[in-house]
């Protein structure tokens, strides 16, 4: 399965492969192990996770901890803004993290939080495995400026891409949804970016949600990125040929081309931001419910998307 999207890349962005020191292949047989649902070496980046992360809870703060230190132990030079508020009553903490000084940025999001009800909500598909696949993408661009930063590192400047990977808190309502008790994190950082004009250098925001469970399709939910999904969709063909979630053929969201579904991504989306959206429709069968489980996580669906999100970008930045 890797040698095909490694061929893949290699037709798209050969630049990488020949001038890049690094074996994608390798990386990802070598690193991969770091998202097993049952090998818990010190540094597997999917267990810490399995807790629940109620906002301004002792858990969350361990859960913040962990990705900060993460960050801390990469050898690019990523900057680090946290944001700590507060909003009916609680606590909220949003991390994001930044790669490069460019004038675009993709930035890749899921959120941290879990839902407070039921007690014992540990949401692993929501959204977890997310968190842990935003991990291993980002040690995937790290390796890559590590190995071969005269390569990446012009591109991570001026008119080049940088990323920016960004952890929400306080996605879930704390009671019942509503536009002013749900995505308490991403209001608030669409409203900073928009003041200090950073939105304007968000070329597309991907946001993660509902990954890591049973595979259910991923449609494409917008026009502007239909384009972005494509690319992606020819990524995970190349990848596998078993139970392919995204179909770009399938338009019946594109006619609508608006928000069907609330998430993170909707302060950005009504602000101009290009959107991709990746969560499942329907979704999960566990969807907030206390099934949504590490037993329910399937090892080859987060893989799966931990890798296709770090060719992902690196393709994004290859176009650039
Ligand atoms: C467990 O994971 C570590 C770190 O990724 C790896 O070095 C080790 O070989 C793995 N052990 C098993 C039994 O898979
Ligand atoms: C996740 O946590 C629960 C509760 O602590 C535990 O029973 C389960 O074994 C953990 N799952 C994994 C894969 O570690
Ligand atoms: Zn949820």
Partial sequence: MFTAITIVLW???????????????????ENLPLLSLTNSSENNLLLPFNTTRTPGSEESLKVQNFIKRFYRGMEGPWQLEEDSFEANGR????????????????????????????????GASDSAASCAILLYVSRFLDRLYDEDAA???????????????????????????????????????????????????I???????LLGSEPQPIPSYFRETHWYYERLASLEAAYTHQELQLDAQD??????????????????????????????????????TLEDDYDHLQQGQ????AVLLSEFLIDCAARR
């Fill in 302 to 305: 987060v893989d799966k998307w």
């Fill in 203 to 209: 070329e597309l925001l991907v946001l993660l949600d």
């Fill in 91 to 122: 606590r909220f903490k949003n991390l994001v993290f930044t790669l490069g000084e460019a004038s675009h940025y993709v930035t890749i999001a899921a959120h941290y939080d879990s839902k407070v009800a039921p007690e014992g909500f540990v």
């Fill in 251 to 288: 338009h019946r969201f594109l006619q609508a081309n608006g928000v069907t579904i609330e998430d993170d991504h909707v302060p950005f989306y009504e602000a101009g931001v290009a959107v991709l959206h990746l969560v499942p429709w329907p979704f999960p069968s566990v969807w907030h």
């Fill in 151 to 201: 390569l990446l590192e012009p591109r991570l400047r001026g008119a080049g891409i940088g990323f920016k990977i960004v952890f929400f808190d306080g996605e879930e309502a704390l009671q019942q949804w509503r536009a002013d008790d749900s995505l308490y994190g991403s209001r608030r950082l669409a409203g900073q970016w928009a003041r200090s004009g950073t939105l304007d250098h």
């Fill in 11 to 29: 037709i798209l962005s050969p630049w990488l492969l020949v001038e890049g020191g690094i074996s994608f292949e390798e990386f990802h047989r």
